[in-house]
């Protein structure tokens, strides 16, 4: 069952008081006064009283109903509709959700889908600083999508974490195919996370540089900071995404050599026991002629002989690291 988190009206970045649905529209012609309200996964008759009270676009608010959306910015007349990706950590994984905005000239609309962190610590700090809250609808979009941005932050640092423990793994020699897995499910979460964060830099791109009446210039520096930061997650990414590919390379490397060290040693061992197996051949052989067989010194010369090659065999392999 969707809920209203939050829905207050603002004048000159101050908060006037908590508004209901049903008296929004009394209020947007209101000059100097924006709404700003929160929903958390709405159902079909919240959405649609939204969009009675607001004069969103059927074809948004669909989308915005049934989340499952790629990031994007889209204009419906005097609206922006924008849905972004929202990512953190939850039991050591990766739990996407999304949240999408509706943003008019006196308005405000976010909506929660997922798993999402709340938006009530944002509210706070621009109720906190009314002189960049007076910007309006855009410095509220701003701050929402700058506390999105952030929260990748951590979760990107986790998969460095979990990238060096990987690491020390291979080069420790302790990689096993639980570690291919931890791998491979590493790449699986970067590549996530570079599908949801990327499109960020193209809707930051179209806030700051598309002449957007619902962007007035004195906001654009805030979302030059947003897009920068999304800079950053994609490059901690690529970076990331790159070593890992090097580690598995080397992971596979030292995997062929281990086998090669594996093959070297079977060599070795297989030329050692080839001597006597071959001299006991010989003298297993069923001839009536073989002279060393009536000298007294002969059994003992030919184990004194085995032996000593094969002790020479032995020598020889382990100064080269066949043994």
Not at 107 to 131: A, N, Q, W
Not at 256 to 267: E, L, T
Not at 298 to 315: D, E, M, Q, R
Request: hydrophobic share 40%; net charge negative; glycine share 6%.
């Amino acid at each position: 069952m969707g809920a209203v988190i939050n829905c207050a009206a603002y004048t000159n970045g101050v908060r006037l008081a908590n508004v209901g649905l049903n008296d929004i529209s009394s209020l947007l012609n209101e000059p100097d006064i924006f709404i700003w309200i929160g929903l958390h996964e709405p159902d079909e008759s919240l959405m649609a009283e939204a969009q009675q009270q607001f004069g969103l676009h059927h074809l948004a608010v669909e989308d915005a109903h049934q989340a499952h959306q790629r990031p994007k910015l889209e204009t419906y007349g005097d609206t922006l509709f924008i849905v972004l990706r929202t990512a953190q950590m939850l039991n050591n994984q990766i739990s996407f959700g999304e949240t999408h905005f509706f943003v008019g000239h006196s308005f405000i609309l976010t909506i929660r889908h997922g798993s999402t962190l709340s938006y009530k610590d944002v509210r706070t700090r621009c109720e906190s600083t009314p002189d960049q809250l007076k910007k309006g609808p855009a410095f509220a979009l701003y701050a929402v999508m700058d506390s999105i941005v952030d929260q990748y932050f951590p979760v990107v640092n986790d998969m460095e974490e979990q990238l060096e423990r990987l690491e020390e793994d291979v080069f420790s020699g302790n990689s096993n195919r639980e570690t291919i897995s931890q791998i491979y499910q590493l790449k699986r979460s970067l590549l996530q996370v570079k599908r949801a964060i990327l499109p960020l830099t193209d809707i930051c791109n179209r806030l700051v540089r598309f002449n957007m009446a619902l962007i007035p210039d004195e906001t654009h520096p805030y979302f030059r900071d947003v897009h920068d930061h999304t800079m950053r997650i994609n490059e901690m990414v690529d970076n990331t995404r790159e070593l890992l590919n090097n580690v598995l390379e080397v992971n596979f490397s030292l995997i062929s050599i281990s086998q090669n060290d594996v093959s070297k040693k079977f060599a070795g061992w297989a030329a050692i026991l080839g001597v006597p197996t071959m001299i006991a051949g010989i003298y297993g052989m069923n001839f009536d002629f073989i002279p060393e067989l009536n000298w007294y010194y002969g059994y003992p010369t030919v184990l004194v002989i085995t032996v000593f090659t094969c002790i020479y065999l032995y020598k020889r392999f382990k100064q080269s690291g066949w043994l």
